[in-house]
């Protein structure tokens, strides 16, 4: 607090422990200790139809523009942009509840961002299959020996060829 | 009484006692029965049909004149691709050859690239004094435009159109009119301005997605609408750069996905196929296109916009684009057409340039037949030959250009005097 050229400072524990429970007021020059973080948040999605190599898809909140998100990825992360298209995707309003209501799914903004000097992207396999073996001496593994058993018994002479019962006497 | 017998008038010739001997010594004539050709209908609802249909389409079409062969093939109006030969979208030249069938071979052909100095002289048929006089008269143009004339302060963003392009307009001018006494080609030749340029082809298909024509096949339509800023027709075609058969092993680019992704956009409306002039006229061969740069497509503004990467690409975007419909659209003046592909290579040339920096191309149309049933077994190519942008000259101070190319200089008038 900036007091009139004179005496010293009146009161000046009061008025630090007032002073304690506002902001640091910022003025020009002053270190900038804050960080400011924007509250738009992007989604990378899957495309559902084929897109080129260099093309990598988000969903965008609604009040965002072309120029927000090239500068986004641009400062945020480092990604060098070259063009965005974006389009905004009309929820549904077809579908009826138990009630006979309209119920609308919520409208969003996609955007397709092409990466400049040539990089690419591909939209990684999030669910891979997984083989899973079940543990030793556990009823998974009982119970699918038994299957297997039962499916080979099941299964005809393998001298016959593939041809059925129904061929024989 | 005796029955009355009816005698016949006339004697037959095989009676009883006669009836051997004719048998004797005559040939027994077999006649042939004649069916009528065993060919699928023309109206059942049926894929022979429609094959049959096609069939007699194509029959029709390759029996007419050539007028009508234009009329019949661009009548049916379908929602088309349109290909802008300017334009944003990048990558954008695999993705016009990908539609074109053109591989990209980086310089000129050996014509332009002067591999062993034989001669003394610049270019062949042109002595050193009149490269000279080209060369004066190139500066003079130049100082024209920038120096000279006093021009208020170009719009914002249109420096291109109120500069750049008047001072194309004279150098082109200028330079088909020195120099025709040099080629007689340019002498019977027109020299265009602002013309338009159309040409319609089919290339690959699709399978429609949804609607009442679902999971059917469509060919995939493509329509380019040019506007060059000028060019030169002439009456007899250029000579081939590469032959036919050399066209089998060039690369061309293979994209599956589909072309809205690019993205380009698709539209319903008159097909149009055309060179510059009209079909009678006698100048039908293309000799050089030049096109300008929008203050759109600027480099300066490109690097602005990060995508120094994509000035290059654009150039030969344009070039690719407007030479392939202007050589379609001769080769259809022509008569050659998707069913019955062209015999000899058409061939012109372009010149791309912004004012300071100008890329040359070459560009050899080897086939028509692009669509897909004629496609499968055509392993011809059609050619595109480029440079990368050289500049012409550093600046102009004083009434005077700085650092003038004389290689620019020389390629121009290289192209210029290109004749069979």
Not at chain 2, 6 to 16: A, E, G, I, K, Y
Not at chain 2, 354 to 367: A, P, V
Request: hydrophobic fraction near 35%; glycine fraction near 4%.
């Amino acid at each position: 607090m900036i007091l009139p050229n004179g005496g010293p400072p009146l009161n000046r524990n009061i008025i630090n422990t007032f002073f304690f429970y506002l902001y640091p007021l910022y003025q020009l020059g002053n270190p900038q200790l804050r960080i400011f973080r924007p509250s738009w948040f992007l989604t990378l999605v899957r495309p559902g139809k084929e897109q080129p190599q260099d093309t990598v898809q988000f969903r965008i909140p609604m009040e965002m523009t072309k120029y927000d998100v090239k500068n986004y990825l641009e400062k945020i992360y480092n990604v060098p942009v070259g063009v965005i298209r974006t389009r905004i995707q009309f929820g549904s309003n077809k579908k009826r509840n138990h009630l006979n209501q309209k119920v609308k799914q919520p409208d969003y903004k996609v955007a397709y961002v092409q990466l400049a000097l040539g990089q690419t992207f591909t939209f990684p396999d999030i669910f891979p299959e997984k083989e899973r073996a079940p543990a030793e001496g556990s009823m998974e593994e009982m119970q699918e020996k038994f299957m297997e058993d039962e499916k080979q018994r099941q299964k005809l002479d393998p001298r016959r060829g593939g041809v059925t019962e129904w061929f024989g006497l | 009484m005796a029955a009355r017998t009816r005698l016949p008038l006339l004697f037959p010739r095989n009676l009883f006692p006669f009836r051997s001997q004719k048998l004797v010594h005559t040939e027994v004539s077999v006649k042939e029965p004649a069916y009528p050709p065993i060919v699928p209908s023309l109206t059942a609802k049926s894929k022979s049909a429609r094959r049959r249909q096609i069939e007699e389409w194509v029959k029709k079409i390759c029996t007419s004149s050539v007028e009508d062969k234009l009329s019949l093939i661009t009548r049916i109006q379908r929602e088309k691709f349109v290909v802008y030969p300017q334009t944003f979208a990048r990558n954008a030249d695999r993705w016009y050859q990908h539609f074109t069938k053109t591989a990209y071979i980086p310089g000129l052909p050996e014509k332009f690239t002067p591999g062993l100095e034989k001669t003394k002289a610049a270019v062949p048929g042109i002595d050193d004094d009149a490269f000279a006089d080209i060369r004066s008269l190139v500066t003079r143009v130049i100082l024209q435009e920038h120096w000279q004339f006093r021009k208020r302060k170009p719009f914002m963003y249109r420096h291109q159109e109120q500069v750049v392009g008047p001072f194309l307009r004279s150098l082109v001018s200028g330079l088909t009119y020195s120099l025709a006494k040099y080629n007689p080609l340019l002498q019977l030749s027109s020299l265009d301005l602002s013309p338009q340029v159309n040409f319609y082809w089919r290339r690959g298909q699709r399978i429609i997605p949804k609607g009442h024509r679902k999971r059917r096949l469509e060919p995939t339509r493509f329509q380019i609408d040019d506007r060059p800023h000028s060019q030169i027709r002439v009456t007899q075609q250029l000579p081939q750069f590469m032959p036919l058969e050399a066209s089998h092993a060039a690369e061309v680019p293979e994209i599956t996905l589909r072309p809205n992704v690019m993205p380009l956009f698709r539209r319903q409306y008159d097909n149009n196929i055309f060179t510059g002039a009209k079909l009678p006229d006698p100048a039908c061969y293309g000799h050089t296109q030049f096109h300008l740069v929008p203050d759109r497509y600027h480099r300066d503004r490109m690097v602005r916009q990060q995508q120094a990467d994509q000035v290059e690409v654009f150039l030969r975007a344009n070039a690719l684009a407007s030479l392939f419909a202007w050589t379609g659209a001769q080769a259809m003046y022509q008569g050659f057409w998707n069913y019955e592909d062209v015999t000899r290579p058409f061939v012109s040339q372009a010149v791309i340039t912004d004012g300071h920096f100008f890329s040359f191309f070459c560009y050899q149309l080897n086939t028509v037949a692009l669509s897909v049933e004629t496609d499968a077994n055509n392993p011809r190519k059609n050619l595109l030959w480029g440079t990368e942008s050289l500049r012409l000259y550093e600046s102009v101070q004083d009434g005077e250009v700085v650092g003038l190319n004389d290689g620019v200089v020389k390629l121009l008038v290289q192209f210029f005097m290109n004749q069979p």
